[in-house]
């Protein structure tokens, strides 16, 4: 059963600090992985995308990394901001162009950046 | 705006009303799919379409909830019998067949059932 499990669920860190999601999963065959940013009442919205090939990408102060060998996502914020502060869900995409259900979420950690 | 937008954003109901969700996806394209979100879960899959054909359904979609995508275009979620337990935010998004089939997610109806 394809899962993406994240940690932690929660986290508060203060603002002008970094702070590191993780992401675990277990997709099969493996397509890309993306992080999203979900402000509350929102929709999600994409930050990063990394296909198998790929192990850092940067969006700003966001940068994620992936170890397909370990089947390992992190997402890095530096020098968090107020506007950090918002749920950040790990997707995993398997290959399967007929499949509608191609997606994996993750349960999403909750950050609250506080001044 | 070419965004994915979702209609209405809240809904409040009683139990045993009948609701209707509206979404728009972005123009140009053809997947459309329905998710369900509740509070601090990663949202969960109901339903895709491409074009106007519903071509897979989540376990989750029971015999009360129904989705049409009747030209192809916008598409409309009915919930027929509203439960408490169908309070949740519900997602719509949308990708094209070509490319990174990145879904690009509307900002979704909150239905609360009192």
Redo the contacts between chains.
């Keep these: 059963k394809n899962q ?1 499990e994240q940690s932690p ?1 929660s986290l508060i860190i203060l603002e002008g600090k970094n702070c590191t999601l993780q992401c675990n999963y277990t997709v099969s065959p493996f ?2 992985l ?1 992080w ?1 940013k979900q402000d509350t ?6 930050l990063t ?1 990394m296909t198998f090939s790929e192990n850092t990408k940067s969006n700003g102060r966001y940068t994620a990394t992936l170890d397909a060998d370990t089947k390992q996502s992190s997402l890095h914020i530096t020098a968090s901001q107020l506007s950090d502060s918002a749920s950040y ?1 790990c ?1 995993v ?1 398997a290959m399967n ?7 994996t ?4 950690t ?1 950050l609250m950046v506080k001044p | 705006d070419t965004g994915v937008s979702q209609n209405p954003r809240h809904k409040i109901t009683k139990r045993g009303q009948n609701v209707t969700f509206r979404c728009d996806p972005i123009s140009e394209h053809n997947r459309l799919y329905w998710y369900r979100q509740t509070l601090g879960q990663g949202p969960e899959f109901l339903t895709y379409f491409q074009n106007e054909a519903q071509l897979e359904k989540s376990r989750l979609l029971s015999d009360r909830f129904s989705a049409e995508r009747p030209k192809g275009s916008f598409s409309t979620l009915e919930i027929q019998r509203t439960e408490q337990g169908d309070s949740a935010m519900y997602l719509c998004a949308s990708s094209a067949r070509q490319g990174s089939n990145e879904q690009f997610f509307g900002p979704g109806t909150r239905l609360t059932v009192l």
């Design positions: 993406v669920q397509s890309n993306r999203y009442g929102r929709g999600p919205v994409s995308i869900i997707v995409s162009n007929n499949a509608g259900n191609m997606l979420f993750g349960g999403g909750r």
